[in-house]
């Protein structure tokens, strides 16, 4: 369910509002002043990536094969 914000163009107080279904957005008014001259404002956003439990990741690690005549490298944030 989106949380909607919501500007206030008479008064100027912006709100929230949760939509739980499509026609709860048809008919919105400011809580203040009862006014129904909106606009939609810009929400922010947190976005937040996968972490790594708190472990440094290695810049760069050397890796040799079993007949100790090769080697590779594997930098981060680089996959095969």
């Excluded at 937040?48 to 050397?62: A, D, H, I, W």
Aim: charged share 25%.
């Amino acid at each position: 369910m989106p949380i909607y914000e919501f500007i206030c163009l008479e008064c100027k107080n912006i709100f929230e509002l949760l939509a739980v279904k499509k026609g709860d957005l048809l008919e919105i008014k400011c809580p203040s002043c009862d006014s129904d001259n909106l606009e939609r404002a810009m929400s922010k956003i947190a976005t937040t990536s996968g972490g790594n439990s708190g472990k440094k990741q290695t810049p760069v690690e050397n890796r040799s094969c079993s007949s100790g005549t090769c080697s590779t490298i594997t930098l981060p944030g680089h996959t095969k």
